[in-house]
């Protein structure tokens, strides 16, 4: 049981969240976003892929008030948020996973004080199988086992096969091909530290430069498995339901499990912006974080396919921007 302790961390964060929610009840204390004066200019935005589509469909959300507005969008990966914020090549940081404490550091030593961080979404991190796959549902340790060489979950075997997994027929003694993320990004650390016991990748994984292109490869792949943000998904795959122990209770992504708990590999994803203390924000980040965290920003987290955060979360974030 020890190997779980690093989970019952983010376990409690979602429970805590889970808590707000029951408070939150949809748009309730979540307000509707109010049109200001004198916005416009341009801004960058350079950090996550999952977060790439989430970012756009905000800054399209935003410019129906001030066309004339400009964000360029790029998402390479979580670690390229950090140094941009730092050069000042760009105002917004989106990252799939919380900035390391060494990010944290390099950027206080040049400013002075640390960077500003918004919870924007809820994310379930998903394993991804092509549509054919009859799979039931996987253990994070039998998940340990098929991406992991060093399987630190404590599987009783490595998973290189689909028939280890209960697969029959043809299924049986297919090769698993597996497919994930590069270095730079957020989900590949996240993956790493909650799905494989902070234990290393095997070297057949094929990395991917993109979320999208890890589900793609899946669809593409009859025996394929991958990972990535549930967002992400597509009609050819089919996400994977997850227990937390073996023997468990399989569970889907949903924003109910998420929230308790129950489905292990739920996630918050953050925005990081450079604020100075006492200092206002620049009219254009202020406006667009304040868009974010309102009842049209949370519905566009919905309608990319992830969870909109609970009311006190946004009461939190829309402190931090005054």
């Given at each position: 049981?020890?190997?779980?302790?690093?989970?019952?961390?983010?376990?409690?964060?979602?429970?805590?969240?889970?808590?707000?929610?029951?408070?939150?009840?949809?748009?309730?204390?979540?307000?509707?976003?109010?049109?200001?004066?004198?916005?416009?200019?341009?801004?960058?935005?350079?950090?996550?892929?999952t977060m790439n589509n989430l970012?756009?469909?905000?800054?399209?959300?935003?410019?129906?008030?001030?066309?004339?507005?400009?964000?360029?969008?790029?998402?390479?990966?979580?670690?390229?948020?950090?140094?941009?914020?730092?050069?000042?090549?760009?105002?917004?940081?989106?990252?799939?996973?919380?900035?390391?404490?060494?990010?944290?550091?390099?950027?206080?030593?040049?400013?002075?004080?640390?960077?500003?961080?918004?919870?924007?979404?809820?994310?379930?991190?998903?394993?991804?199988?092509?549509?054919?796959?009859?799979?039931?549902?996987?253990?994070?340790?039998?998940?340990?086992?098929?991406?992991?060489?060093?399987?630190?979950?404590?599987?009783?075997?490595?998973?290189?096969?689909?028939?280890?997994?209960?697969?029959?027929?043809?299924?049986?003694?297919?090769?698993?091909?597996?497919?994930?993320?590069?270095?730079?990004?957020?989900?590949?650390?996240?993956?790493?530290?909650?799905?494989?016991?902070?234990?290393?990748?095997?070297?057949?994984?094929?990395?991917?430069?993109?979320?999208?292109?890890?589900?793609?490869?899946?669809?593409?792949?009859?025996?394929?498995?991958?990972?990535?943000?549930?967002?992400?998904?597509?009609?050819?795959?089919?996400?994977?339901?997850?227990?937390?122990?073996?023997?468990?209770?399989?569970?889907?992504?949903?924003?109910?499990?998420?929230?308790?708990?129950?489905?292990?590999?739920?996630?918050?994803?953050?925005?990081?912006?450079?604020?100075?203390?006492?200092?206002?924000?620049?009219?254009?980040?202020?406006?667009?974080?304040?868009?974010?965290?309102?009842?049209?920003?949370?519905?566009?987290?919905?309608?990319?396919?992830?969870?909109?955060?609970?009311?006190?979360?946004?009461?939190e974030a829309r402190e931090k921007?005054?």
């Amino acid at each position: 049981m020890t190997r779980f302790i690093f989970l019952i961390a983010s376990v409690a964060v979602f429970a805590h969240a889970g808590a707000q929610a029951q408070q939150s009840e949809g748009d309730a204390g979540i307000p509707a976003y109010q049109k200001v004066s004198g916005i416009s200019g341009s801004a960058s935005s350079i950090g996550s892929d999952t977060m790439n589509n989430l970012m756009t469909l905000w800054l399209e959300g935003f410019r129906k008030y001030y066309p004339n507005v400009k964000i360029q969008v790029e998402g390479k990966g979580s670690s390229t948020a950090p140094p941009a914020l730092i050069e000042g090549t760009a105002q917004f940081g989106p990252m799939s996973r919380p900035m390391k404490n060494t990010e944290i550091d390099k950027f206080e030593n040049h400013f002075g004080y640390p960077p500003t961080v918004l919870r924007t979404s809820l994310d379930a991190l998903a394993i991804f199988v092509n549509k054919d796959n009859p799979i039931r549902g996987l253990s994070l340790p039998q998940v340990d086992a098929i991406f992991s060489k060093t399987r630190r979950g404590e599987y009783k075997e490595n998973i290189a096969r689909w028939g280890q997994v209960g697969l029959k027929g043809d299924w049986e003694n297919a090769a698993l091909s597996l497919y994930g993320r590069n270095s730079a990004s957020g989900t590949y650390g996240f993956f790493k530290d909650h799905a494989l016991f902070k234990g290393d990748y095997k070297d057949e994984v094929k990395e991917q430069p993109g979320s999208a292109s890890v589900v793609q490869g899946v669809a593409e792949d009859r025996y394929g498995i991958g990972y990535s943000g549930i967002g992400y998904r597509t009609s050819g795959v089919r996400i994977v339901p997850l227990s937390l122990e073996t023997g468990g209770e399989f569970k889907e992504g949903t924003i109910e499990n998420v929230i308790d708990g129950s489905y292990p590999l739920g996630r918050f994803l953050y925005l990081y912006i450079n604020k100075a203390p006492n200092k206002p924000l620049d009219p254009l980040v202020r406006e667009f974080c304040k868009f974010i965290f309102s009842q049209e920003g949370q519905k566009i987290v919905n309608k990319d396919g992830y969870m909109p955060v609970p009311a006190l979360v946004v009461k939190e974030a829309r402190e931090k921007l005054e």
